[in-house]
């Protein structure tokens, strides 16, 4: 597993306990399919279009920094 091998010997304090690699696991989603991967993503790229939050920061970004 590439986020065991990587995190086994890390020094950082982040990295310790036993629920940090799975719960990187549960965020990287690596039990689904390609197909099942792209459905979720479509859908959390759905919903933040329809999010207040990502208008009112894009549009914070847009007058801050000029970026759309």
Known sequence: QPCSS???GS???C???SST???LKE???MNMT???LQLLVEQMVDGSMR???TKL???????TNGIM
Request: proline letters at 4%; charged letters at 20%.
């Open 6 to 8: 990587c995190l086994a």
């Open 11 to 13: 020094q950082l304090p």
């Open 15 to 17: 990295f310790h306990g």
């Open 21 to 23: 690699i799975r719960n």
């Open 27 to 29: 965020r990287f989603h």
């Open 34 to 36: 390609e197909e099942q």
């Open 51 to 53: 999010s207040i939050t």
């Open 57 to 63: 920061y894009d549009g914070f970004q847009y007058l």
